[in-house]
């Protein structure tokens, strides 16, 4: 280790089966009237209906917005802002996907320091200021949010994906129950759970990894390598379900406190500019990434590896590296995950695209954190790369 390092958490972390029946005592310590972030799928299912009771059995009273979509935007902000400040509510939950969570972050943020997300973007606004409480409840086993002091937020009027950064935007308290993944539909478990691989991955490969990280990093991979299909194959594999939070929640503990790399700065100017959801983007690119990352990466990808098969434990980094390559390579195979052809996206609208997305994805940051740095000429190959990316066809393994 060459530099000095640190580690956030929640103060709070509830996890495990029926552990959501705990988020209206969590809420009742820290105020009187919640503001529910959600969506209308969490309302339709029933799990808004269910916070709002655990909330009244605690006496805290609680109003919804339930305006997220796939992908947060600073639209999604103001507008849950302006109900909370209409209602004075004191306390935030959001319930759902990471786009639920990070809109609650930022809301949590600007409610008590003040200003437009974007402010806040590159450290060029510093929250001071303590947030409103906020209790991050995810009903998918992907983003990591609830664990993290960063949020994406698309900003609407350049279609660029905000990645913003800072202890502040961090929840009071996190509740992981593996019972709210189980209405996930199966795309929706293929992707979220390639995503909670990637950040394992990524921040196992990050420049600035530390023993911590690696720590969460490397039980993050092994809990979803070995649970990610039984748990996408059959949604009443409990088991399967709870290793699946878990790993999501440690690889979001290890990304927050290293970093993500490639893969995600890539992925962020796909989902501004096509919609397509965080989890499928990074699907998309994660294959064709770490391969152009293999040589630069051999040992830490050869850990991967040999959590993918055990009988390469006696094979040597080089060919434990390939074997990772192609298991994940495999894997978003067997979960159908699409390319970018393969998602709708037009082929000249993508390439007109390139250009832009290169840039946006080096402005990220998150590139020069990556063990091999691309220059723009690599972005923009890889990103032609991955348009029609054959996740079936077969690398060689030595």
């Known amino acids: 280790m060459n530099h000095y390092a640190s580690f956030l958490t929640p103060p709070t972390i509830r996890y495990g089966r029926h552990a959501f029946e705990k988020v209206g005592e969590e809420a009742a310590k820290k105020g009187e009237h919640v503001l529910l972030i959600s969506d209308d799928v969490m309302k339709d299912i029933g799990y808004v209906a269910q916070c709002q009771k655990s909330l009244a059995k605690q006496r805290v009273k609680s109003t919804v917005y339930t305006g997220v979509g796939t992908e947060p935007t600073d639209t999604y902000v103001q507008e849950a802002l302006t109900l909370l400040e209409q209602e004075k509510c004191d306390v935030i939950v959001s319930l759902g996907g990471g786009s639920c969570i990070d809109t609650a972050k930022s809301a949590a943020v600007i409610a008590g320091n003040g200003g437009y997300i974007g402010d806040y973007m590159g450290g060029k606004k510093a929250a001071l200021q303590k947030p409103l409480p906020h209790i991050a409840v995810p009903t998918t086993a992907g983003t990591g949010s609830e664990a993290t002091d960063v949020t994406v937020i698309t900003n609407t009027a350049n279609d660029v994906k905000m990645m913003i950064k ?127 990352t293999k040589d630069a990466a051999v040992e830490r990808l050869a850990d991967l590896g040999r959590i993918f098969d055990p009988e390469a434990k006696g094979k040597p980094d080089k060919t434990a590296a390939d074997i990772a390559v192609a298991s994940v390579k495999e894997l978003c195979s067997r979960l159908n995950i699409p390319n970018l052809k393969g998602w709708g996206i037009d082929e000249n609208d993508f390439v007109s695209a390139v250009d832009k997305m290169a840039d946006d994805a080096l402005a990220s940051g998150s590139p020069a954190k990556n063990p091999k740095v691309p220059n723009k000429k690599e972005i923009k190959d890889l990103y032609h790369i991955c348009y029609d990316y054959d996740f079936s066809a077969n690398i060689n393994v030595n």
């Open 166 to 292: 800072q202890p502040a935007f961090l929840p009071e308290a996190a509740i992981v129950d593996p019972l709210l993944t189980k209405s996930a539909p199966k795309p929706v478990k293929a992707a979220t759970g390639v995503d909670a691989l990637s950040h394992a991955i990524e921040s196992y490969l990050s420049t600035l990894a530390h023993p911590m990280t690696d720590m969460m990093a490397l039980s993050a991979m092994e809990r979803i390598v070995h649970n990610i299909m039984p748990a996408y194959d059959n949604a009443e594999n409990t088991d399967a379900l709870e290793e699946m939070s878990i790993g999501a929640m440690q690889a979001g503990l290890a990304f927050s406190n290293a970093s993500v790399c490639l893969v995600h700065g890539m992925s962020r100017p796909i989902g501004a500019l096509f919609h397509v959801p965080h989890g499928f983007s990074n699907a998309m690119l994660l294959p064709a990434v770490l391969e152009y």
